[in-house]
């Protein structure tokens, strides 16, 4: 045959393949509001950039009827491309074929694409809608997956990987996203659950939706499990988009520096804490008044609101804000908060990002509760974290530092570089009416007015220790500043960390608390 006549069979080959699990299955993908696999590789890669491998890889199996079966691809399309021109890996799950479930050739198809995302240090991003394991296939099935959850966890740290859910993610095909990094869900569209509805109702007698199971919203906002919350797959991109733009290809690199601009929020830095202590702000006010160009792109924003995450740039270069959130139960630390913030510590420290603590807490939770879920295990989470990171730390303590929380958050006793407080700020054991209660307890109660008499030693209390002073007279904070001089220090100090050599000592890996 002529070189032209090939390249036409090679075309023909290519079409028949591409068209999926065929017309009547992308209409009913269609008909569920969803893009099919091939369209969302399309819509999230730079025009023209992805390069598809393995498209003639077939499934082994002959039991179940499989033997005359073909399926496209297996029923995932992995590759390569670019988003805004950085290079990424690629798989998306095809729910035309066969429900995008998942049989050991499709297995091995995706943890090709790991195995080369992992080599080329490239993050790596799976596009997950499958109906999980191909029952037909059995334990080829299972191996499948455990041998995806290893290479998740070999490029933990190494690379960033990135999971969409769009579409059904059940039984133990959860565990992958659980995994990664980032994990992206759409309204109406994302389903993730260990045990679906039916077999629920079948063992407790339970009747749920998959909605209301291990929808988009569950796991942005009650389970922690979604970093990202979209209401359509177009916008899910936009921030995938973001996301990669602003972290590094993996962890040999620093995130790509871009043209530094200055904050464009308009409010004056001074007057977004409110001169009453106790009225809440919204701490993302602080963000924006100190990022270039007034960007954000928070993580985990409807999860644990009572502390904000997340990236933005200083001086063109990326860092990661952590910062208590007092428009939520005054910004204290729990169990939900303590893991939110050690995970994304964690994750700026494996990958190069400065972090900026912004403090203003009255400390951890109190009551049976949180004591009841462990916020003991949890809060040492953050402890771990912030001491095992050697990235550049700078904190700020806006105004509440009380108790363990001042520890917790980046304090100097966990190795913080540099640490600035605002004027205003009350850095104490615990807030001056609790402390003013326990320490003066006796003559409280033997004044003839006991509020008078709390009301003079809560102001005592206030005066010699709520302030900044005491914690700078002893060289735990390195300065006290004006609000106005923030952005200013804040690149200074990154500028003088771009160097920063710290070590800790020789371990196998710690044993944090999980
Ligand atoms: C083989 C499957 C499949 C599977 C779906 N299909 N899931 N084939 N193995 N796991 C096939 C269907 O037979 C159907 O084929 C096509 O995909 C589309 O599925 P529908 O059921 O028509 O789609 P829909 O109504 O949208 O329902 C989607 C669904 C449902 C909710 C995902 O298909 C479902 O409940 N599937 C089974 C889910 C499940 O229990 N998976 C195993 C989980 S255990 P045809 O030919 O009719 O088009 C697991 C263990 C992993 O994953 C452990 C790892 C450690």
Redesign the pocket.
């Known amino acids: 045959m002529s070189l032209k006549k090939n390249i036409l069979a090679l075309r023909q080959k290519k079409a028949i393949v591409e068209k999926g699990?065929g017309d009547k299955?992308m209409e009913?993908q269609a008909a569920?509001g969803k893009l099919t696999a091939r369209e969302r590789i399309l819509a999230l890669l730079d025009t023209n950039s992805f390069h598809e491998y393995d498209l003639f890889v077939e499934h082994e199996e002959r039991n179940f009827g499989m033997d005359d079966k073909t399926l496209a691809g297996d029923g995932v399309i992995t590759g390569t491309g670019t988003i805004k021109g950085s290079p990424i890996c690629i798989y998306a799950q095809d729910?035309t074929v066969?429900?995008?479930?998942?049989g050991l050739k499709h297995a091995r198809k995706i943890t090709k694409i790991m195995d080369h995302a992992l080599k080329m240090k490239v993050p790596c991003i799976g596009i997950n809608d499958?109906?999980?394991?191909?029952?037909?296939e059995g334990i080829g099935?299972?191996a499948g997956?455990?041998e995806i959850?290893y290479r998740n966890t070999m490029s933990s740290g190494v690379i960033p990987q990135i999971s969409v859910i769009l579409?059904?993610c059940?039984?133990?095909?959860v565990?992958s996203p659980a995994l990664t990094d980032f994990v992206f869900v759409v309204e109406n569209i994302s389903?993730m659950f260990i045990t679906?509805p039916?077999?629920i109702e079948t063992v407790l007698g339970e009747k749920i939706s998959?909605e209301d199971l291990g929808g988009a919203r569950v796991h942005a906002e009650i389970t922690g499990n979604a970093h990202f919350y979209a209401m359509s797959e177009l916008e899910c991109f936009e921030q995938i988009k973001e996301l990669v733009s602003l972290i590094p290809h993996s962890n040999l690199q620093k995130a790509d520096k871009i043209e530094p601009k200055k904050p464009s929020f308009k409010k004056n830095i001074e007057n977004i804490i409110p001169a009453d202590p106790k009225q809440p702000y919204d701490v993302r006010e602080i963000i924006y008044a100190l990022a270039d160009d007034s960007k954000f792109l928070e993580v985990m924003e409807l999860w644990a609101p009572n502390i904000v995450i997340g990236f933005g740039r200083l001086e063109g270069e990326t860092v990661g804000f952590v910062a208590n959130q007092p428009m939520y139960l005054a910004g204290v630390l729990d169990c939900d908060a303590s893991d939110k913030a050690a995970r994304f510590i964690r994750f700026c420290d494996a990958f190069n990002i400065p972090i900026i603590t912004l403090e203003d807490m009255p400390g951890y939770l109190p009551g049976v509760d949180q004591e009841h879920a462990g916020v003991i295990r949890h809060g040492a989470k953050m402890l771990y974290a912030y001491s095992e990171a050697t990235v550049p730390k700078i904190t700020v303590i806006l105004r509440k530092a009380y108790g363990g929380g001042y520890i917790a958050m980046n304090s100097r006793h966990l190795g913080a570089d540099f640490m600035f407080a605002w004027p205003g700020a009350e850095i104490a054991v615990m807030g001056p009416e609790g402390a003013a209660n326990i320490i003066f307890r006796k003559e409280i109660m033997e004044a003839e007015d006991e509020d008078a008499m709390r009301q003079q030693k809560v102001q005592e209390y206030i005066e010699k220790f709520a302030n900044p002073y005491v914690a700078a007279s002893k060289g735990y904070i390195d300065a006290v500043i004006e609000p106005l001089e923030t952005r200013g220090l804040l690149l200074h100090a990154l500028d003088l960390s771009k160097n920063k050599d710290d070590h800790r000592p020789y371990k196998k890996h710690g044993v944090p608390p999980f």
Do not use: D, E, H, T
Not at 98 to 102: D, F
Not at 130 to 136: F, K, L, N, P
């Open positions: 699990g299955a009913k569920m729910f066969m429900g995008g479930s998942l499958s109906g999980g394991a191909r029952i037909q099935a299972l997956y455990g959850f579409g059904p059940a039984g133990g095909a565990y389903k679906g039916n077999v998959q």
